[in-house]
């Protein structure tokens, strides 16, 4: 027995020590030397898949554009630029793109007009079967742009034929694939690859492993040919799936040299050490609106048994009226903490080319809501409460759904705020699958039983990205205010076939004539909260001027980088965009901690708040177990 | 242990795991919303949704067709194809996902099996003692805490804090092909979601022991093992202890069966890359065979771990067999 005994202790011994070991090998892990520069970006999604086709995520998009090119790149201002092509001449009809002759992939096969023949073909096959490919959001852009036939007389030439001289040919986000490994693939086969890495490409970095759940890593390409050659060697994608938290964590540790989308309080508090953070509240290409439902306007169409509950919602008059009863800065300052601007048209400021603000903008103005509900023919009754023209009381369902806490936060703003005009606001949330088949009218196989929508959008570098939903075609797919427009129709058709200052102008009259039917009361433009350290990388640049360095169009930031130990002095550290106080805030230095600051007063509160705790809990389990123990 | 016993315990489990099966088909499509709805693409036309609903079974009907074909595959080892991880099978990702969770949870298991029972034998055994009101303590507070109260913490102290060890993750992008630097690599990553894990565990197992052991500590063969002079140390090791690790076995052969299903919010709060984390992924995303497949692993695993507690059981106490 004594001696099973001293052989199970042994036992346990060696695990303990086992343990023991894993822990102290753990504290003093080896460094391996000569490591390449790695610049290391967190983000709180979670890579689906490398395939292009069949990525749905943000960074999805931002791993294939590394190792991909597209035909036509974005510059710093999202404008075209050199991509897989190095030039281009429009005409009428058509688009010839130049490829430079001494082109390579990542493997060193020589990069032809022959690969974007087959990648763009991928598309023009899909469109033509009325399909798509994998998750079928890069082809439509090929369709969207006029594309009709393409062309490769030569390896250095290729060739879109367009049904309109737009400029959207040139927005087209199809990666370019390399023919000699993908070729014998049709659209339907290329959506069912894995992609796994290392993959072959020609953009400033090739994807060259990938961790599900943990990160995607990226090498230099040799045979890149762009322009920039930034100062890392490697690009890591961390992924730290809807954890801000330990992201940030990980950033004030220096595992991470960018982390995008943090929170507003996060983002706050590495606002206040400049000296190590440069924090970076970039303009989001999308908005957050009150979307009304004026099912029949401009089709006279009635829904049984269904549709809004008030005829009131068709008319602009009451709509309008109800645009000046929110107070679109209020619920930036306090619903999103500061950052994000308020909304006005339909083309949020981030498009800098096509967004115009309202020629007759609306102002936060209770009172005045109130005048034009009276002149509109909106009476209030004795009760004080506001009454259709049909003699019944307005009281408003207001749905969101339940994937933001911001949009619970809004809704009450707006109860609050319609409850002054005597209009009744009763606010739910639901699941998002829920909610879209609750928005859907008879064209979608739904009875759209609903007021107002309180939910958002986000686009693409082409306004029609966003534009699109406002069409009378949309009502029953993308519609979620149900408005139909046969003028705003017609504009859009036009302006879908005009380029240069022309589109501008009608683009104009259309985020007018939106602003002022207003089946949309656009609340908010949100923001993109990245933060980045300022220790080991310079030269970061916001794309565009209001946007963040990553996550943005393009790559070329990736492409900007250089060295900061290089720079004998890092200046101040400047916010390029809007800060918590409002439009174009540049921040000067600020007295801020020393590197690393902030985090040793956070490590030195747990500290304190632990130690308290620890002796706290102590004596009062002293104090409740003395008795009990002297009495034994 | 009889064989009809044993042959009775095993038609059980048997049972409960078709019923397992059956359960799973339905629950997962009584949630609301479905995965087509997930994509949300506005670009797709409904012709389009109605061939990717073709391509994943949802245009048929859910019974029989459904039904009928998802046991059929699921009894054939068949789990299909995740929804999330496109192209990937749902065997491949949630194989994947299995180590790593096997790995934390397990160590974790096992480190606070070995401290939890000694340190409530040590409690129980010299109750009032300073051992048991710090430990008892001790394991009051961690049995109370989630794991990310744990976690934060530890990450903020010695991750961020000391730059002792990583903040989260498992390996290091890049890592050497070399086994024995990959081994430090994982055991880097490991230390802190193992503490956290281990801590969280501890309590449990130690305030039951403790009582089993104050239990055991009034029975008559104690006293006789005292009256015989034995020393007091022996008297704990040989003879309480054994006696009181009775009801633990059911306590430890619960908490194995749940190894598999990791612990979500240790792993979210560490971006370790198990089963937790992939369960939170699945949901949002809607990926019904990725569900079905981790529910099924997670069920099969309890069921498992159940039948070996009652056979264990049954060996270590005959009263249980009649």
């Known amino acids: 027995m004594r001696s099973f005994q001293r052989r199970r202790g042994a036992g346990l011994l060696a695990m303990l020590a086992f343990t023991g070991s894993v822990i102290l090998v753990g504290v003093a892990g080896p460094v391996a030397a000569a490591d390449p520069v790695i610049l290391t970006v967190g983000t709180t999604q979670d890579l689906d898949a490398s395939n292009p086709f069949n990525t749905e995520l943000v960074v999805g998009y931002e791993a294939f554009a590394l190792t991909y090119s597209l035909l036509v790149d974005f510059d710093k201002d999202a404008h075209p630029a050199p991509g897989f092509a190095d030039s281009w001449e429009r005409s009428a009809d058509r688009v010839t793109f130049k490829i430079g002759s001494d082109r390579k ?3 060193g096969q020589p990069a032809t007009s022959e690969d974007v023949c087959y990648s763009w073909g991928l598309a023009l096959a899909a469109i033509k079967d009325e399909s798509y490919i994998g998750s079928g959001y890069l082809d439509p852009g090929v369709k969207d742009a006029g594309v009709t036939k393409i062309e490769c007389p030569d390896p250095n030439t290729f060739i879109a034929y367009t049904t309109d001289p737009s400029d959207r040919v040139f927005q087209v986000y199809v990666p370019i694939l390399p023919k000699h490994i993908w070729g014998k693939d049709d659209y339907k086969k290329i ?43 490697e690009v890591v994608l961390r992924f730290f799936a809807d954890n801000t938290d330990t992201m940030v964590q990980a950033l004030k540790a220096g595992e991470l040299d960018y982390a995008h989308g943090v929170n507003s309080d996060q983002f706050k508090q590495l606002q206040a050490d400049t000296a190590t953070y440069t924090t970076v509240a970039g303009a989001a290409n999308g908005w957050t609106q009150l979307a009304f439902n004026t099912y029949g306007t401009g089709t006279g169409k009635t829904i049984k048994n269904g549709g809004a509950s008030t005829k009131a919602l068709q008319d602009a008059a009451f709509r309008d009226a109800l645009g000046y009863a929110t107070d679109h800065q209020a619920l930036v300052d306090r619903v999103l903490g500061g950052f994000g601007d308020p909304g006005d048209t339909v083309v949020p400021p981030v498009l800098t080319d096509f967004h115009v603000t309202p020629d007759n903008p609306r102002t936060f103005n209770i009172d005045l809501a109130k005048q034009k509900l009276d002149a509109a023919g909106y009476k209030l009754d004795a009760n004080n409460k506001r009454l259709d023209k049909e003699g019944k009381p307005i009281n408003l369902r207001l749905y969101y759904p339940n994937t933001d806490d911001n949009y619970k936060k809004v809704a009450q703003f707006v109860a609050e705020w319609y409850g002054q005009l005597g209009i009744g606001v009763t606010h739910q949330s639901f699941d998002s699958d829920t909610l879209t088949a609750l928005l859907l009218p008879p064209e979608g196989d739904g009875t759209a039983k609903y007021d107002i929508e309180l939910w958002g959008w986000s686009g693409s570098p082409d306004p029609n990205g966003l534009l699109y939903v406002f069409l009378c075609n949309q009502i029953g797919t993308s519609s979620d205010s149900n408005y139909c427009n046969k003028q705003y129709d017609d504009l859009y058709a036009k302006e879908s076939k005009e380029g240069g200052a022309e589109r501008k102008a009608t683009l ?44 943005t169009y393009g790559t070329l930031n990736y492409t900007l980088l250089t060295d900061a130990t290089a720079v004998p002095t890092p200046g101040p550290t400047v ?32 500290l304190v708040v632990a130690v308290i705790v620890i002796v706290g809990g102590w004596w009062l389990y002293r104090r409740r177990t ?6 034994e | 242990m009889s064989g009809r016993y044993l042959g009775r315990k095993l038609v059980q489990a048997m049972v409960t795991v078709f019923a397992i099966i059956l359960l799973n088909f339905v629950l997962f499509r009584l949630m609301p919303g479905s995965p087509d709805r997930a994509t949300k693409n506005p670009h797709l036309t409904a012709a389009v949704i109605e061939g990717n609903r073709a391509r ?7 019974f029989p067709d459904q039904l009928v074909n998802y046991v059929e595959e699921t009894l054939t080892g068949d789990l299909g194809y995740s929804i999330k991880y496109r192209g990937q099978p749902v065997t491949e990702v949630v194989l994947e996902a299995m180590g790593p969770t096997l790995l934390l949870i397990g160590l974790g298991e096992l480190i606070a099996i070995i401290v939890g029972l000694a340190l409530g034998a040590r409690s129980g055994w010299v109750r009032g003692g300073k051992v048991d009101r710090i430990g008892n303590g001790v394991s009051l507070i961690f049995y109370s805490m989630p794991y990310f109260v744990i976690g934060m913490p530890l990450i903020i102290i010695f991750a961020a804090g000391l730059h002792w060890f990583p903040t989260s993750g498992m390996t290091s992008p890049g890592g050497s092909k070399d086994l024995v630097a990959s081994l430090f690599d994982v055991g880097r990553h490991l230390v802190l979601p193992l ?29 006789t093992a005292r009256a015989k002079g034995l020393a007091d140390g022996r008297i704990l090791r040989a003879h309480a202890f054994p006696n009181a690790l009775l009801p633990m076995v059911t306590l430890i052969a619960i908490n194995l069966g749940y190894v598999v299903a990791g612990a979500i919010t240790a792993e979210i709060v560490f971006t370790w890359p198990g089963l937790g984390t992939l369960t939170v992924q699945a949901l949002a995303a809607r990926d019904y065979p990725l569900l079905q497949a981790i529910f099924l692993i997670i069920a099969v695993s309890v069921v498992l771990a159940n039948l070996a507690a009652d056979i264990i059981y049954s060996y270590l106490d005959p009263r249980v067999r009649s």
């Open chain 1, 105 to 107: 992939w990542s493997d």
């Open chain 1, 191 to 233: 959506a069912e690859e894995t992609f796994d890495a290392p993959l072959v490409g020609t953009g400033p970095y090739t994807l060259a492993e990938w961790k599900t759940g943990q990160f995607a890593r990226f090498v230099r390409n040799p045979n890149w040919w762009g322009a920039g050659k930034g100062f890392e060697d």
């Open chain 1, 508 to 551: 104009a009259q259309m985020q007018n004539l939106i602003y002022n039917e207003a089946p949309y009361d656009v609340l908010y433009y949100d923001a993109n909260l990245d933060a980045y350290r300022n220790d080991r990388f310079a030269g970061w640049q916001n794309m565009p001027a209001n946007g963040t360095p990553f996550f």
């Open chain 1, 575 to 606: 916010l390029a965009t809007a800060g918590p106080s409002g439009p174009a805030a540049t921040q000067g230095p600020v007295t801020g901690g020393t590197s690393g600051g902030g985090g040793n007063t956070t490590l030195w509160i747990v």
């Open chain 1, 626 to 631: 003395a008795p009990a123990a002297e009495e």
């Open chain 2, 56 to 62: 994943w079974g949802l245009d048929k009907p859910l």
């Open chain 2, 195 to 223: 503490a956290a894990v281990s801590l969280g565990l501890i309590g449990a197992y130690s305030i039951l022991m403790r009582a089993s052991i104050i239990e055991t500590r009034a029975e008559d063969y104690v006293m």
